[in-house]
């Protein structure tokens, strides 16, 4: 009998390690690799990397100069356009812009609005190249001549992931808005309405076959039926629905255990109180259910975010705020899709791990707002703890 107990605490313990190996392991695991991506990328990440666009902008525009303020306040100061400018790597770089400055109210080739801001090059003024100015006092002079309007040629550095952050949250947004109601709803039928027999497993067996297709299969029908067939081109709209697709199984069969969680007895006490089988599931299943449908979510913002195949072939790869959802101009890069090309065309790693840094933080906060939408959602129904 002594033999038998030394022998199981012997098990246990043996066990116990092994458990804590594993987990030990994991968390490890998941050490290295976030240590890895922030060692690298964090020093790439700063507020123009952030709020810039990824291309250079080259822009001519016209200048009504200010004849009336000849305050020489300082040595790099620009008195009739009220602008700061300082020589950095051959480059005339505005470096401060006065709250009046005509600079603000440039006007562009089409006649629009162009407000010149801090961090723009001034590279030509009319037919003088200010990349072959040797001193501030050269360009300054260019600058303020005689006219009293000038053509300036105007250059905005890029090196920012702004289109691809843009473009990541627009995915994200029309994905979940045209996939959750499918999905949420059909789980709600497997769960709720449907009886059980060969229809009910067939429906299954596709669900569990569309959950197991690799992601570049759904590229490639999303590429043949969005891109081509129903001519949406490149474009978020075309990427956001083979997401969509791809997402169904994740989203269905998460919300239908959620479902089969929920107690008869809401079920039996709602019909017992004379509610009809759609006001018990809107009013007492789903909001019970909301936990396990925020995990839905929150899985869904993962496998979106963390998408490239499928985007690659649908969505495309140009690094710019799209100008529509589909056509002309609605091609956009995610920023997984912008890590990508990083690493496979320009071998950027140090670009692609400043990247992956922002897609992580990204997901992180993404998540917390949704779980914090849904617990506001259940004080406000009564539901929550």
């Known amino acids: 009998m ?11 313990n043996i066990a116990k390690i092994l458990i ?11 050490l290295v690799i976030l240590g890895f991506v922030f060692y690298r990328g964090l020093p790439g990440i700063n507020r123009e990397f952030l709020t810039r666009m990824w291309d250079d902008k080259t822009t001519i ?18 008195p009739s356009l009220g602008i700061y400018i300082d020589l950095q790597d051959g480059n005339v770089v505005i470096t401060g812009v006065e709250k009046k400055s005509p600079a603000l109210n440039a006007l562009n080739k089409k006649g629009e609005i162009y407000r010149i801001k801090k961090s723009d090059i001034i590279e030509r003024v009319k037919k003088i190249d200010l990349r072959e100015a040797t001193s501030l006092d050269e360009a300054i002079t260019a600058i303020e001549g005689e006219d009293t309007s000038l053509d300036l040629k105007i250059r905005r550095p890029g090196g920012g992931i702004l289109p691809m952050v843009i473009s990541t949250l627009l995915i994200i947004v029309i994905t979940l808005v045209v996939a959750l109601p499918i999905g949420v709803g059909a789980a709600i039928y497997l769960n709720e309405y449907a009886r059980p027999g060969k229809v009910l497993r067939v429906i299954r067996f596709a669900i569990q076959n569309l959950a197991g297709i690799p992601s570049i299969i759904y590229g490639l029908f999303g590429m043949l039926f969005f891109v081509q067939f129903l001519k949406m081109q490149y474009s978020v709209l075309a990427g956001s629905l083979t997401l969509s697709i791809m997402l169904l199984p994740t989203i269905i069969s998460t919300t239908e255990e959620t479902l089969k969680e929920v107690p008869n007895s809401y079920r039996q006490g709602s019909y017992g109180l004379g509610a009809t089988k759609i006001q018990t599931i809107t009013r007492v299943i789903l909001p019970s259910a909301l936990p396990g449908i925020l995990v839905a979510i929150i899985l869904s913002i993962g496998r979106i975010v963390g998408e490239s195949a499928a985007l690659i072939w649908t969505a495309g790869t140009v690094a710019q705020v ?7 101009g609605a091609a956009a890069a995610t920023l997984t899709t912008k890590m990508f090309w990083e690493i496979q065309e320009a071998s950027n790693i140090d670009t692609a791990t400043s990247i992956a840094v922002v897609l992580i933080v990204l997901v992180v906060l993404l998540n917390l707002f949704s779980k914090l939408i849904t617990n506001k959602f259940l004080k406000r129904t009564g539901t929550g703890k």
Request: hydrophobic share 35%; aromatic share 6%.
């Open 2 to 12: 002594t033999s038998n107990r030394s022998s199981r605490k012997i098990k246990d």
């Open 20 to 30: 804590y190996i594993a987990t030990s392991i994991t968390i490890l695991t998941l």
């Open 61 to 78: 525009v016209t200048v009504e100069k200010d004849i009336n303020n000849l305050e020489n306040k300082s040595l790099n100061y620009v």
């Open 322 to 328: 799209p100008r529509a959802l589909f056509g002309s």
